[in-house]
């Protein structure tokens, strides 16, 4: 799975780290970064949901 995150539109909200906090994380500079891309079944729902709340629409995940 390949998670893209559209810099342009993420406010760094951190929605997604409620949703999958192994997954992503916030610098110091409240930039996001994806910390494991890889899918697996234990991180696939809790990455699909964390795309699906963006509320900028900002990540997208392709398998």
Avoid: W
Wanted: net charge negative.
């Amino acid at each position: 799975m390949k998670i893209k995150i559209d810099r342009d539109l993420c406010e760094a909200n951190a929605v997604c780290l409620d949703y999958a906090p192994k997954v992503f994380t916030l610098d110091d500079n409240d930039e996001l970064h994806v910390t494991e891309a890889e899918l697996t079944e234990a991180n696939r729902a809790a990455i699909a949901q964390a795309v699906k709340h963006c509320p900028r629409g900002a990540l997208s995940a392709d398998e």
